[in-house]
């Protein structure tokens, strides 16, 4: 290499690791939750106007694969749209990390139908029996509805990977902590990946953060009860905890935060970052003014 251009692309390289202000740039690793991944890009890129010398690193892979990497320290902050289970925690206190819970939003976990999809009604009961091990719900005609497009009328069930945190969080609120998921459902990797199948296909029927929903689907009214009035996820109904299946969205620290990232999950709990989440489909921890945003 010419030694003109090698010496500038050596100080080229310097000023990126090392600003003016002669300070090495802040790098902030941030993993986990295939739900809050997208939000967490947004508050990533929007907080680079807020403080230069920091760059926050963000990648999916679910809240087991966030929760894990904090168990081996290798994550500042990590993502999930469940709580750290006793036994992980353990298992971090085991390796010297001391996790800390910090509610950053709250979410609506949405039930997808096609859009052609007669049904408007789901309660919890029958999507136990959809969804849950020896569940007797195999077809739609069970429900009352034909759907057009679906030979047959036999569901297509469509869940998460189990490292999803979706996953564990639908089993729970769904299933029950002791039933398990019955066989032959179709385990997307991500959010997205649900979504795209169910608009796709007329026997599907799939569940994922409302966030994901688009209009080429239905969202299925859900009541906890047979019977019940059903309620219609929205940011309005998983802020007052009217939606039967809503759920707090967490980011996990190794102690309590100090420095660059407190500062920025400061920031992230200020009407500035929760006028983003609320942006993208969420709920936010507390009531906000965004005048900038369109509701």
Known sequence: MNPVLKFVAIASAAFVMFPLTGEARTLIQNKGSDTLVNVAQAWAEAYRKVDSDVAVAVSGGGSGTGIAALINGTVDLANASRAMKDK???????????????????????????????????????????????????????????VPGCKGQEMILVS??????????????????R???????????????????????????GY???????????????????????????VATASDGTYPIARPLFMYTNGQPKG??????????????????????????????CDQLTQ
């Open 179 to 205: 039933r398990d998921y019955k066989m032959g459902t179709r385990d997307m990797h991500g959010s997205k990946d649900v979504v795209d199948l169910v608009e796709k296909t007329p026997c599907a029927i």
């Open 208 to 234: 994922s953060g409302l966030a994901y929903a688009t209009d080429h689907l239905k969202l299925a009214c859900i009541a906890k009860s047979e019977g019940s009035d059903c309620v219609k996820p929205s």
């Open 88 to 146: 992980e925690v353990q298992l971090a206190e085991s390796k010297g990390q001391k996790p800390v819970q910090h509610i950053v939003g709250y979410d609506a976990l949405a039930v997808f139908l096609h859009k052609d999809n007669p049904l408007e009604t789901i309660s919890i009961p029958q999507l136990a029996e959809i969804y849950g091990e020896e569940g007797k719900t195999e077809s739609w005609t069970e429900l009352g509805v034909e």
């Open 160 to 177: 998460r990977q189990n490292n999803s945190g979706t996953y564990a969080y639908f089993r729970k609120a769904v299933l029950g902590k």
């Open 260 to 289: 660059k990232i407190k500062k920025y999950l400061d920031w992230i709990l200020s009407d500035a970052g929760q006028c983003i989440i609320l942006e993208k489909g969420y709920a936010t921890v507390r009531d906000v003014k």
